[in-house]
């Protein structure tokens, strides 16, 4: 089946605004095993819509229309394919009093203009939206199916994701429900996970396994389908057992977890709270942790510096360079200092030049709990934002390493000894 | 003219990589007046491209082809361009030369694949690209003038800005050259900053004003273009001069600089040197700061702590809220801990409740330095995000104030009293 996004709008067209949108869509189709062919992106412009409409349908056996769906009268997704489908646009009653009753519920009256988006092409499909005034709708034009999705991405994603995938793979003639598990792992390159999985697929048949590497972390994705999801969860079971046990002590969070909510939950269920010492990373550790609700209540303090001597004295201590002795210091008394039941300090000495590839950095990380100090050491290379970003996600693994009773020095692949 | 964008590569259609080289594009071209009318994105499929590039031909009269250009078996847009165009590849022997010159300069012998970066279809035009291997090219389909790109960002922008953008204004009838004048604000709201600068397109023919909300800054952009270089500057002088007298104190930077870079370029000219005590920031404004290179030697510390008696106890003073007051002796003892020239506190009381637009936060901002201390309050409200990116601004900004001897209290657009 070929499958084409056309996605409408004039800050799309004009890139005022990235089209993340075709990304999600033709990225969660693919995991479902549904190829996207072809991109078009096109602006609220009538004649530029129809003949869009037109020549995808002549290209595509399904099309995915993203956007014009709004109140307002540059919005004319709807227009444009009740004419492409030759048939008049009518009130959709169940839909205008939904959206009634939606404002209803929010204690304000529906403005006049929402009822464009009940006006519906004749005999269309349609397509619930059980999170915002623009519904969905499928017609047909020419051999193309045609759906109609929202611009607005919590609505769109939530519609293909429930309503737009199921039909697609009834037409691709899989029908079924997929669904997607994902690993989140750092200290493993994308060539060497690919190699440790490689057998991965053959496990269970229509199961796709693919990576994403967003260093320093990659996303490992089973992506499944089957007819219905208790058979989905019985082939996912060995399969996930099999990824955990593989990539072991690498993966840092499942699905919508991340490595710092998993930090944190840890600390929450031992009832500990948490102080960090940070140099070059100059409060993003402190920073990945406080972005997420709930936080403050874990997080007793973090004190930030690039000169040692600085940081050592925020904590009371002595120190000239960025050392492991100092790392574990600085750790001890912060920790004393803060009442905190758990403290890291990150501290990193970047090599001295200009930025480049060549440009690498030390880490020392201190760590102390009731049970001690352990300090882990390791060298990263490729330039400043390089070294940063492995410096933070390495201070914040190695706390989920400590709190979970992980070995705390396992070698990433991407380490310099 | 109409103009089409076609992005090629199995990366961009099956959504791994977002587009963000279309909405560059899309957006350079457009602030030169030059519109984009058409987007097609389609994959490393001879099938596909040869077919989008037939289609493109009969749409539009300029097409911007991306991608393809590399030195793999799947990178096919020469191939496919001589195809379309009904002439032979032949070898460039000038851009052969040069890229064998461009590895001899690395110390490297040039891969034997790289010899297809220099077939070029027979009779093209060719565009220069100084920093890569992946030179462009320019082609007639049909009665459409096809310019061919390279996929990476870097090599793509220059050449678009150096090499394209001239041809294509050239061939609108409009030759010359174009200049982009980008002035950064916060405080003041887009429909704001447009009622204040309605009439300066009025000022010089064919300038184009324009805007971009990235909250919790604005940017404001002058787009023009003329026969010389000598030219624009003659014209966008009393441009500059009215947009900075106009949006005044809000300008926190211009062009390529940032908030940043201007508050740490002003603390080394006065010799200074900084430290920052942050609460529900999180370490966001340390980390803005520190992300700049060279700031390591301005910034002597930061403190985090969400709680009122943490934060204060590190600073060695008693506070039990994040008061206006306590936001000044922080400052103050910070100040004096340090021995940094500069401290800035900046705390923030986050309401409580569940996150949603009607989530506020109270900013308590206090600024020390060898003047004294000033405090500046504030409310924002739109959620936790909304108020965290708002208090770094803020805090930064305040900052930028003080050290520019400029009012700290002005009110901004989005603030609540």
Avoid at 53 to 78: C, E, H, K, M, Y
Avoid at 151 to 173: C, F, N, S, W
Avoid at 308 to 317: E, I, S
Avoid at 363 to 369: P, V
């Amino acid at each position: 089946m070929r499958i084409e996004i056309l996605c409408t709008g004039d800050e799309i067209l004009t890139g005022k605004t990235i089209n993340t949108n075709y990304a999600h869509m033709a990225q969660r189709l693919g995991e479902a095993g549904l190829e996207v062919v072809w991109g078009t992106t096109v602006g609220d412009d009538r004649a530029s819509l129809v003949s869009a409409f037109q020549q995808a349908a002549a290209r595509a056996d399904a099309v995915i229309v993203n956007g014009g769906l709004g109140p307002t009268v540059d919005d004319l997704s709807q227009e444009v394919a009740a004419e492409a489908a030759g048939v008049p646009l009518v009130l959709h009653e169940e839909w205008l009093a939904r959206m009634e009753a939606f404002y209803l519920r929010r204690n304000r009256v529906m403005p006049a203009n929402n009822r464009k988006q009940a006006m519906l092409p004749q005999g269309c499909e349609f397509i619930d939206n059980p999170i915002g005034t623009a519904c969905g709708f499928a017609v047909s034009i020419d051999k193309a199916r045609f759906y109609f999705t929202p611009g607005v991405p919590r609505e769109m994603k939530k519609m293909l994701d429930e309503q737009i995938m199921p039909r697609l793979l009834a037409r691709a003639g899989t029908p079924g429900v997929t669904r997607l598990k994902r690993f989140h792992s750092f200290g493993i390159g994308e060539s060497r996970a690919d190699e440790m999985l490689s057998d991965i697929e053959a496990m269970a048949p229509g199961v796709k396994l693919g990576f994403q590497a967003h260093y320093p972390q990659l996303e490992t994705k089973l992506a499944l389908r089957g007819a219905t999801t208790a058979e989905l969860d019985a082939t996912l079971a060995p399969l996930e057992a099999e990824v955990r046990k593989r990539l072991g002590n690498f993966i840092v969070a499942e699905d919508t977890a991340s490595l710092e909510s998993v930090v944190l939950d840890r600390l929450r269920s031992l009832g500990g709270s948490l102080a960090v010492a940070e140099s070059f990373t100059g409060g993003g550790i402190a920073a990945r942790l406080l972005n997420v609700a709930g936080a403050e209540a874990l997080f007793r303090r973090g004190v930030v510096s690039r000169d040692a001597a600085q940081l050592a004295a925020t904590v009371g201590v002595a120190g000239a360079d960025f050392s492991p002795a100092l790392a574990e210091q600085v750790a001890r008394a912060l920790r004393d200092q803060s009442g905190a039941s758990h403290a890291v300090a990150v501290l990193v000495t970047l090599d001295e030049g200009a930025d480049g590839m060549q440009i690498g950095g030390d880490i020392n990380i201190g760590l102390a709990d009731a049970g001690g100090a352990v300090v882990r050491q390791a060298r990263l290379l490729g330039g400043r934002d390089w070294v940063r970003l492995g410096a933070v996600e390495m201070g914040l693994d190695s706390l989920r390493r400590r709190l979970l009773g992980l070995p705390v020095d396992e070698r990433l692949d991407f380490e310099r000894r």
